[in-house]
């Protein structure tokens, strides 16, 4: 009894297990917030956007390859691969990054959204760690989408055999290069409180910015830009085409080439270092 003489409930300890009337754990709260920016991304134009893409790619290359019938591109199924897949998937990686990623972050500064997720029981990094996991899940169904096609077509084209297991191990590496780009992407996203900013700026580094750089650093310096997420790229064509025999090998000063070792190094570095620094700038940030 209290002092009115009403009876007091005794309450129980409080539970984290997501159950309604209670605040989940950190880890809950980003899957929770992944899967509800992952469903608005599949019912967003941007998504329709990224489909159109890749149905329009796809559609320019099975067209192509059916008219013309390049015995360079179907006599076999890395010819064929290495050119269709890796050709196509650097591309849609790039855009998925900027559709999806440009303006993850920013946008919670410009759209004042951040400003009441900040007033509930949920930390930032789930936050951050929730659209990250559906930006990248939203791009993995677009380059999922891509690869499905290609494997239809490289069995019609060159024959079912053609299909390896060195598809599947590139298809991997895929996978974490676009971890690397979103986590860059991402961390660009997370220096400015304006959408158009953020997307504009990844855009124009992965699409030429990155490019420039390097060829300044080969000219200029004369030193391998290993520093630079795109010099990892070619590592994605390694399990069809294997690995070429300058890899890795100076010429000048200058390794054109990175080994498999250091191309997965050079991502793995992109996405621990990118994604914990745009997470440290979120963190920091104060929504006004």
């Not at 890796?86 to 900027?98: D, P, Q, R, T």
């Not at 500064?109 to 789930?126: A, C, D, E, V």
């Not at 169904?141 to 079912?160: D, E, K």
């Not at 300058?246 to 990175?258: D, E, K, Q, R």
């Amino acid at each position: 009894m209290n002092a009115t003489g009403s009876p007091v409930i005794a309450r129980a300890p409080g539970r984290t297990d997501g159950s309604l009337g209670t605040t989940p754990p950190s880890w809950m709260q980003a899957l929770l917030m992944s899967r509800y920016q992952f469903r608005d991304y599949l019912r967003s134009r941007r998504f329709l956007l990224m489909i159109g893409i890749v149905a329009a790619i796809s559609a320019i290359l099975i067209a192509v390859i059916a008219h013309y019938r390049p015995a360079g591109l179907i006599s076999t199924g890395a010819a064929f691969f290495g050119s269709a897949w890796i050709g196509g998937v650097g591309v849609l990686i790039i855009f998925s990054a900027i559709i999806f990623g440009g303006d993850a972050i920013a946008g919670e500064f410009q759209n004042k959204t951040g400003y009441y997720l900040m007033g509930l029981p949920i930390k930032r990094w789930s936050v951050y760690a929730g659209k990250y996991l559906a930006a990248f899940g939203a791009s993995l169904v677009t380059i999922g989408v891509y690869f499905v096609v290609l494997l239809l077509a490289g069995a019609y084209f060159v024959g079912g055999g053609a299909i390896g297991a060195g598809v599947f191990e590139s298809f991997a590496l895929v996978m974490l290069y676009l971890a690397a780009v979103l986590g860059t992407t991402f961390l660009f996203s997370s220096l400015f409180k304006t959408s158009m900013y953020g997307v504009i700026i990844v855009a124009i580094m992965f699409l030429f910015g990155f490019t420039i750089v390097s060829a300044l650093v080969e000219g200029l310096v004369g030193v391998t830009p290993w520093f630079i997420i795109t010099w990892a790229q070619s590592a994605l064509s390694y399990p069809i085409t294997g690995l070429p025999r300058t890899a890795g090998l100076s010429a000048a000063g200058i390794v054109v080439y990175p080994t498999y070792a250091q191309g997965i190094g050079v991502m793995l570095g992109y996405f621990v270092g990118t994604t914990l620094g745009g997470l440290a700038l979120f963190e920091r940030e104060e929504f006004t």
